[in-house]
């Protein structure tokens, strides 16, 4: 008997050998009990594509804003007027359509097989964007706990989930440095959390820059605020169920030259 060759399992056993290959077995198991993982950049990408992907995603980010941005100054949304936009963060859209750097990275190996795990292979891009947060931006006390799948006319979420999200992080990952919140194992709660609740069980999801932070989609989950100067930068990949609508319209603005 031969583990990742059983006839039961044929749609997922190249999945099961993809996770093997890349040793992302440990990673796995982090999801499956406690809904969340962090891929160290040994795992996900050459340092060579991380320079090239922050550099990207800095010029994108000082096109759109009409600044100079600086890794290390605080940033200013300047003239952009993307939504949700604070005082201390704003969200690039459509990166994908930005630089074909970004269709290097949804096809990255492991960004691929872990989403291919989470969403047994049914997964769709919904958008890419990435977060750009400096100093002084806070969602307060709450730390902005949400979770990222649509709950049923009841409120609840289904086990199986219908969304995933990644962060590829860009910059390091700590809590003076404005990391993501998680709740560990809060994906098993299938519902969205109440105003304030979650926050005491809330841990800082710290991760050295080029490191991959993946979770399922019913996950608690918000940020720390940022407390220090410089930027704290991300690609985010989520994605969803392919019988849902994608956050971006990418049916009308993916082109021929990106299909070949």
Same mark, same amino acid.
């Given at each position: 008997?031969?583990?990742?060759?059983?006839?039961?399992?044929?749609?997922?056993? *190249?999945?099961?050998?993809? /996770?093997?290959?890349?040793?992302?077995?440990? @990673?796995?198991?982090?999801?499956?009990?406690?809904?969340?993982?962090?891929?160290?950049?040994?795992?996900?990408?050459?340092?060579?594509?991380?320079?090239?992907?922050?550099?990207?995603?800095?010029?994108?980010? %000082?096109? +759109?804003?009409?600044?100079?941005?600086?890794?290390?100054?605080? =940033?200013?949304?300047?003239?952009?007027?993307?939504?949700?936009?604070?005082?201390?963060?704003?969200?690039?859209?459509?990166?994908?359509?930005?630089?074909?750097?970004?269709?290097?990275?949804?096809?990255? *190996?492991?960004?691929?097989?872990?989403?291919?795990?989470?969403? @047994?292979?049914?997964?769709?891009?919904?958008?890419?964007? %990435?977060? /750009?947060?400096?100093?002084?931006?806070?969602?307060?006390?709450?730390?902005?706990?949400?979770?990222?799948?649509? *709950?049923?006319?009841?409120? +609840?979420?289904?086990?199986?989930?219908?969304?995933?999200?990644?962060?590829?992080?860009?910059?390091?990952?700590?809590?003076? &440095?404005?990391?993501?919140?998680?709740? *560990?194992?809060?994906?098993?709660?299938?519902?969205?959390?109440?105003?304030?609740? =979650?926050?005491?069980?809330?841990?800082?999801?710290?991760?050295?820059?080029?490191?991959?932070?993946?979770? @399922?989609?019913?996950?608690? $989950?918000?940020?720390?605020?940022?407390?220090?100067? =410089?930027?704290?930068?991300?690609?985010?990949?989520?994605?969803? $169920?392919?019988?849902?609508?994608?956050?971006?319209?990418?049916?009308?603005?993916?082109?021929?030259?990106?299909? &070949?």
């Amino acid at each position: 008997m031969e583990f990742g060759d059983f006839k039961a399992t044929e749609a997922f056993n *190249p999945t099961y050998q993809q /996770i093997k290959e890349l040793e992302l077995e440990p @990673h796995i198991v982090d999801l499956d009990a406690y809904g969340f993982t962090v891929i160290p950049p040994e795992k996900v990408a050459p340092p060579d594509f991380l320079e090239r992907i922050r550099e990207t995603v800095l010029r994108i980010a %000082s096109e +759109r804003t009409g600044n100079k941005l600086s890794i290390d100054e605080n =940033g200013s949304a300047g003239n952009y007027q993307g939504q949700p936009q604070t005082d201390g963060q704003f969200l690039l859209y459509y990166l994908l359509m930005a630089d074909p750097i970004f269709e290097e990275w949804v096809t990255n *190996p492991t960004l691929t097989t872990v989403a291919t795990y989470l969403m @047994h292979g049914q997964q769709q891009l919904s958008s890419l964007t %990435s977060f /750009i947060k400096w100093k002084g931006g806070t969602y307060g006390e709450t730390l902005g706990l949400h979770s990222d799948s649509p *709950p049923d006319r009841d409120g +609840r979420l289904p086990p199986c989930s219908d969304v995933a999200n990644a962060a590829y992080c860009l910059t390091d990952y700590t809590e003076e &440095n404005g990391a993501i919140a998680m709740v *560990p194992g809060s994906h098993r709660y299938c519902r969205t959390p109440n105003p304030g609740e =979650g926050v005491k069980n809330a841990v800082p999801v710290e991760a050295k820059a080029g490191s991959l932070i993946a979770w @399922h989609g019913n996950m608690w $989950h918000g940020a720390y605020p940022k407390q220090t100067d =410089g930027l704290r930068m991300n690609v985010t990949s989520y994605m969803c $169920h392919k019988r849902l609508k994608t956050q971006e319209a990418y049916q009308w603005r993916v082109t021929q030259e990106m299909l &070949n």
